[in-house]
């Protein structure tokens, strides 16, 4: 039976992806990356540590160390212009924790969905659907971070639970990494960490945002109608695991402005006061920041005990035993930096062509 999984992201700069949660390996190739661009791999190991289980107590105990092995398109530190191949191997898998699942669907995961699908499922962390796959989005994120220089891409948790960063904080990639939650502020990242500590103890989750602000990008970029800037960063934020929503600019909160607070006006000066479209416009960006907000649910895998369907249709009390995030939002911001990398370089590579 054909079986299309949609593993390739992007039109010009074209990910395609491979692996399971605790397969051998999981892995990917990059297409459409430029020559002669100067690899940082200082850079993509930072932005794998960042993303790696076991980096502190309020992440999940499996320890990878999630170093890709790159296997061709580089040579001698550079592009060369062929696809960039990279592998990355599965080192701390405990597929036994998974035996008890194999006929079970875990409640607010994908496995009744992939077995309604595909009529067969990897009960193993959830094989394909597993969050582990995207180790590999940050490897190409932090490669399509090279052809976009003068750009900063900041991404950062603004909630988890009911504790919020105040709009207007003073964020820096320091006071970003200064913190386990991510939170750059803090006051407000010291309570969302006891909040996750207390989760993590009590076996329960959380959920919370990632906000993200991309500064310097110029003007131009994005395809008007049925590729839009911002349709293709909502597509790509919806793709990563756990998320439930995508704001950009004022968001939600458009609902309950008029036209004329909307609406963003320059001074006499020419300098925009406010910026409710959130840097893009008709699907283009504008040049002035582009931000945005990613919700994510609380973590679906708990160990308190819960109802579940298994295989024959049988009620079951459950209780998921193995290493789980309490929170995925910490290690999911650097996923979502590496999405915000994918898509912003990918159409740069198209205006270029468009030039």
Known sequence: MFADMSNTFGRILRLTTFGESHGKAIGGVIDGFPAG?????????????????G???LTTERKETDKPEFLSGIFEGKSTGAPIAFVIQNADKRSSDYDHLRTVNRPGHADETYTAKYGHR?????????????????????????????VEVLAYTSQIGEVVVPAGSLVTPESIDA??????????????????????KTGDSIGGKVRVEVRGLMPGLGEPIFDKLSARLAYAMMT??????????SGTRAAFMKGSEH????????VFSSNNAGGVLGGISTGRTLYF???????????LAQKALDSSGQVIDLEINGRHD?????????VVEAMTWLVLADFYLMSKINA
């Open 37 to 53: 661009i100067a690899i940082d791999f200082a850079r993509i190991n930072r932005q794998m540590a960042r993303r790696r289980p």
């Open 55 to 57: 980096q502190s107590a």
């Open 122 to 150: 990897d009960h193993r962390g959830g094989g394909r659907s597993s969050a582990r796959e995207t180790a590999n989005w940050v490897v190409a994120g932090a490669l399509a971070s090279h052809l976009l220089p003068g």
């Open 179 to 200: 913190h386990p939650s991510r939170m750059p502020v803090s006051e407000y990242a010291r309570k969302a960490e006891a909040i996750i500590a207390q989760f993590k």
């Open 240 to 249: 990563i695991n756990a998320t439930k929503a995508f704001e950009i600019g």
């Open 263 to 270: 609406n963003d006006a320059p001074d006499t000066g020419g």
């Open 293 to 303: 907000e990613v919700t994510f649910k609380p973590t679906a895998s708990i160990s």
């Open 326 to 334: 309490p929170c995925v939002v910490p290690r999911a911001v650097p």
